[in-house]
């Protein structure tokens, strides 16, 4: 059963940081791609980032992020990262951690986990 779990969110001030991790089971982590998308209130799901399977040399950001993010991985542990930095308001969303996706626009997937909540606000 695939699993993924998001933890590291939280309240920052803009201009803060913050580094979310994803924690994966039940499949074989190293082989997939993973990225990572978000949903702020009232709005679409938004993809965020990317990072390709294997040594996670290929990364792709959203335009809103790039930049600013950074996404990695440590096959080791089977986690998925995001490193925050500058953060703004318009970055409030809840962030989830997603395998096998399908479409960025509109995103379409297969398996996210259930989210950890960024806010980001003075």
């Known amino acids: 059963e695939v699993q993924l779990m998001e933890s590291g969110g939280g309240l920052v001030q803009p201009g803060g940081s913050l580094r979310l991790s994803c924690a994966a089971s039940?499949?074989?982590?190293?082989?997939?791609?993973m990225y990572w998308i978000r949903q702020a209130p009232g709005k679409e799901l938004e993809w965020v980032s990317t990072?390709?399977?294997?040594?996670?040399?290929?990364?792709y950001y959203g335009a809103s992020v790039a930049g600013r993010f950074t996404i990695s991985r440590d096959n080791t542990k089977n986690t998925v990262y995001l490193q925050m930095n500058r953060l703004k308001p318009e970055d409030t969303a809840v962030y989830y951690c997603?395998?096998?996706?399908?479409?960025?626009?509109?995103?379409?997937?297969?398996?996210r986990g259930p989210g950890t909540q960024v806010t980001v606000s003075s």
């Open positions: 039940g499949f074989p982590f190293h082989s997939y791609s």
């Open positions: 997603v395998r096998d996706l399908e479409s960025a626009v509109p995103v379409k997937f297969r398996y």
């Open positions: 990072i390709n399977s294997g040594s996670g040399e290929s990364k």
